[in-house]
C-alpha cells in the first residue's frame, strides 16, 4: 500500500472513530465557553484552528456564538458541516494552520 493510500485510510478512521475516542478533558468546555462569552461580547467570531468534526466548535455555536472552524482534513469537515448544518453563524473552512488566509483580520481581546 502506498503513502497516499495509507493517509487517506487513517483520515477516514479519524474521522469515524475522533468523537468516541476523544474524549472531553475535565473543564475543557468550560475552558472554551469563559473565553468565547468575551470574544462574542466584543462582537467578534471565535477561530477554532484545528476544528475536526467540530466537538468544540459545534457547541460554542449551539451557545450562540460565532464560530470559524479550520482544519486541513475535508473529511472532518464535512462531518461537522453536517452536524451542524441548521447553524448559520458557523463557517467551516478547509486550510492547512501553518498558512491560511480568512478574508479578515480576527481581532483577540
Known amino acids: 500500500m502506498d503513502q497516499l493510500a495509507n493517509e487517506q485510510n487513517a483520515d477516514e478512521f479519524y474521522v469515524q472513530t475522533y468523537d468516541d475516542s476523544v474524549p472531553d478533558w475535565p473543564g475543557e468546555i468550560d ?9 462574542k461580547s466584543a462582537g467578534e467570531p ?3 484552528v ?3 468534526r467540530g466537538r468544540v466548535a459545534i457547541r460554542l455555536a449551539r451557545d450562540g456564538v460565532r464560530v470559524v ?14 452536524k451542524s448544518l441548521e447553524m448559520s ?3 467551516r473552512i478547509e486550510g492547512d494552520v501553518r ?6 483580520r480576527l481581532i483577540w481581546r
Open 31 to 39: 475552558f472554551y465557553r469563559e473565553i468565547a462569552a468575551k470574544v
Open 46 to 48: 471565535v477561530l477554532e
Open 89 to 91: 453563524h458557523m463557517r
Open 99 to 104: 498558512s491560511f488566509e480568512l478574508g479578515k
Open 69 to 82: 472552524g479550520l482544519d486541513l482534513s475535508s473529511k472532518m469537515l464535512d462531518t461537522a458541516r453536517q
Open 50 to 52: 484545528a476544528c475536526g
